[in-house]
Protein backbone atom coordinates (compact mmCIF):
# COMPACT_ATOMS: atom_id res chain seq x y z
CA UNK A 1 0.00 0.00 0.00
CA UNK A 2 1.43 3.49 -0.90
CA UNK A 3 2.47 5.64 1.93
CA UNK A 4 0.95 9.26 1.83
CA UNK A 5 2.31 12.08 1.69
CA UNK A 6 1.71 15.40 2.65
CA UNK A 7 2.59 18.48 0.67
CA UNK A 8 4.02 20.96 3.54
CA UNK A 9 5.30 23.62 0.59
CA UNK A 10 2.68 25.66 0.19
CA UNK A 11 2.40 28.72 2.56
CA UNK A 12 -0.30 29.31 4.75
CA UNK A 13 -0.80 32.43 3.19
CA UNK A 14 -1.24 30.74 -0.28
CA UNK A 15 -4.89 31.56 -1.50
CA UNK A 16 -4.67 27.66 -2.88
CA UNK A 17 -5.07 26.78 1.14
CA UNK A 18 -5.96 30.42 2.81
CA UNK A 19 -9.31 31.06 4.50
CA UNK A 20 -12.32 31.83 1.93
CA UNK A 21 -14.60 34.72 4.69
CA UNK A 22 -18.22 34.35 4.26
CA UNK A 23 -19.91 35.86 0.81
CA UNK A 24 -16.53 35.68 -1.04
CA UNK A 25 -18.51 32.72 -2.82
CA UNK A 26 -21.66 33.68 -4.62
CA UNK A 27 -24.16 30.79 -5.48
CA UNK A 28 -25.30 30.04 -8.58
CA UNK A 29 -27.88 28.15 -10.92
CA UNK A 30 -29.61 25.77 -8.75
CA UNK A 31 -27.67 26.58 -5.17
CA UNK A 32 -29.01 30.20 -5.78
CA UNK A 33 -32.57 28.82 -6.72
CA UNK A 34 -32.72 26.90 -3.60
CA UNK A 35 -30.82 29.88 -1.25
CA UNK A 36 -33.90 32.06 -2.59
CA UNK A 37 -36.58 29.39 -1.41
CA UNK A 38 -35.11 28.53 1.55
CA UNK A 39 -34.78 32.35 2.54
CA UNK A 40 -38.28 32.72 1.88
CA UNK A 41 -39.63 29.89 3.17
CA UNK A 42 -39.32 27.29 5.99
CA UNK A 43 -35.48 28.54 6.42
CA UNK A 44 -36.39 31.75 6.61
CA UNK A 45 -39.94 32.25 8.31
CA UNK A 46 -39.00 29.22 10.94
CA UNK A 47 -39.19 32.36 13.84
CA UNK A 48 -42.54 32.61 12.74
CA UNK A 49 -43.68 28.87 12.90
CA UNK A 50 -41.91 28.34 16.18
CA UNK A 51 -42.22 29.87 19.33
CA UNK A 52 -38.57 28.44 20.87
CA UNK A 53 -37.40 29.60 17.23
CA UNK A 54 -39.27 33.19 17.31
CA UNK A 55 -38.43 34.08 21.22
CA UNK A 56 -36.00 36.81 20.68
CA UNK A 57 -34.19 35.25 23.22
CA UNK A 58 -31.13 36.97 23.30
CA UNK A 59 -32.79 40.66 22.51
CA UNK A 60 -35.59 41.49 25.03
CA UNK A 61 -36.55 37.87 25.28
CA UNK A 62 -34.65 36.73 27.60
CA UNK A 63 -35.61 34.10 30.56
CA UNK A 64 -35.97 35.24 33.85
CA UNK A 65 -35.02 31.63 35.61
CA UNK A 66 -32.42 28.91 35.41
CA UNK A 67 -34.97 26.29 34.82
CA UNK A 68 -33.33 22.79 33.46
CA UNK A 69 -34.86 23.93 29.79
CA UNK A 70 -34.46 27.10 29.39
CA UNK A 71 -31.10 26.97 27.22
CA UNK A 72 -33.59 25.38 24.27
CA UNK A 73 -34.39 28.57 23.05
CA UNK A 74 -31.24 29.80 23.35
CA UNK A 75 -30.16 27.04 21.31
CA UNK A 76 -32.62 26.70 18.83
CA UNK A 77 -33.14 30.56 18.27
CA UNK A 78 -29.22 30.34 17.85
CA UNK A 79 -28.76 27.48 15.65
CA UNK A 80 -31.63 29.24 13.27
CA UNK A 81 -30.16 33.03 13.41
CA UNK A 82 -26.51 31.40 12.25
CA UNK A 83 -28.12 29.36 9.60
CA UNK A 84 -30.17 32.68 8.38
CA UNK A 85 -26.87 34.57 8.66
CA UNK A 86 -25.24 32.44 6.61
CA UNK A 87 -27.43 31.80 3.82
CA UNK A 88 -28.13 35.65 3.45
CA UNK A 89 -24.34 36.60 2.87
CA UNK A 90 -23.72 33.52 0.78
CA UNK A 91 -26.89 34.47 -1.53
CA UNK A 92 -26.28 38.34 -1.28
CA UNK A 93 -29.98 38.65 -0.77
CA UNK A 94 -30.65 42.29 0.44
CA UNK A 95 -34.34 41.92 2.02
CA UNK A 96 -32.22 38.62 4.23
CA UNK A 97 -28.95 40.61 4.98
CA UNK A 98 -31.03 43.54 6.18
CA UNK A 99 -33.49 41.37 8.24
CA UNK A 100 -30.39 39.35 9.61
CA UNK A 101 -28.52 43.23 9.97
CA UNK A 102 -31.31 44.25 12.15
CA UNK A 103 -31.14 41.05 14.27
CA UNK A 104 -27.53 41.57 15.11
CA UNK A 105 -28.18 45.12 15.82
CA UNK A 106 -30.93 44.40 18.78
CA UNK A 107 -28.55 42.25 19.83
CA UNK A 108 -25.64 44.94 19.91
CA UNK A 109 -28.57 47.28 21.10
CA UNK A 110 -29.29 44.92 24.59
CA UNK A 111 -25.56 44.07 25.33
CA UNK A 112 -24.27 47.68 24.78
CA UNK A 113 -24.78 48.01 28.88
CA UNK A 114 -22.54 45.11 30.59
CA UNK A 115 -21.31 43.24 27.39
CA UNK A 116 -23.04 40.01 28.09
CA UNK A 117 -24.49 37.86 25.44
CA UNK A 118 -27.06 35.03 26.37
CA UNK A 119 -30.19 34.06 27.66
CA UNK A 120 -30.82 34.96 30.71
CA UNK A 121 -31.96 38.72 32.35
CA UNK A 122 -29.49 40.90 34.29
CA UNK A 123 -31.58 39.94 37.52
CA UNK A 124 -31.44 36.39 37.56
CA UNK A 125 -27.59 36.81 36.28
CA UNK A 126 -27.34 39.12 39.53
CA UNK A 127 -28.85 36.46 41.87
CA UNK A 128 -26.51 33.56 41.73
CA UNK A 129 -28.72 31.07 40.23
CA UNK A 130 -28.28 27.88 38.05
CA UNK A 131 -27.76 29.13 34.16
CA UNK A 132 -28.11 25.56 32.42
CA UNK A 133 -26.99 25.56 28.82
CA UNK A 134 -25.39 29.12 28.94
CA UNK A 135 -22.05 28.52 27.46
CA UNK A 136 -23.28 26.50 25.00
CA UNK A 137 -26.07 29.12 23.86
CA UNK A 138 -23.35 31.74 24.12
CA UNK A 139 -21.76 29.63 21.54
CA UNK A 140 -24.49 30.00 18.90
CA UNK A 141 -25.46 33.48 18.99
CA UNK A 142 -21.34 34.11 19.14
CA UNK A 143 -21.09 32.02 15.38
CA UNK A 144 -23.77 34.63 13.92
CA UNK A 145 -21.96 37.36 15.38
CA UNK A 146 -18.62 36.29 14.11
CA UNK A 147 -20.34 35.42 10.44
CA UNK A 148 -21.91 39.07 10.17
CA UNK A 149 -18.36 40.32 10.93
CA UNK A 150 -16.87 38.21 8.57
CA UNK A 151 -18.99 39.03 5.91
CA UNK A 152 -19.64 42.92 6.40
CA UNK A 153 -16.77 44.03 8.30
CA UNK A 154 -18.58 45.84 10.93
CA UNK A 155 -15.86 46.78 13.82
CA UNK A 156 -18.94 47.32 16.21
CA UNK A 157 -19.87 43.25 15.94
CA UNK A 158 -16.32 42.18 16.48
CA UNK A 159 -15.63 44.45 19.46
CA UNK A 160 -18.60 43.46 20.83
CA UNK A 161 -18.01 39.51 20.30
CA UNK A 162 -14.85 39.87 21.89
CA UNK A 163 -16.14 41.59 25.17
CA UNK A 164 -18.95 39.10 25.40
Given at each position: ?8 S ?51 G ?70 A ?32
Amino acid sequence: MPQKTTDHSRSKGDSAWGFIPVGSISARGWWAEQLQTDLFGFAGRLDELCSEVGSNVFASGRVVGGHRRHWWNGESEGKWIDGLTRMAHVSHNPVARARVAAYVERVLEIGECDGYVGIYTDKWRASGGPRAGEPWTQSMILNTLLTHYEATGDDRVLAFAKTA
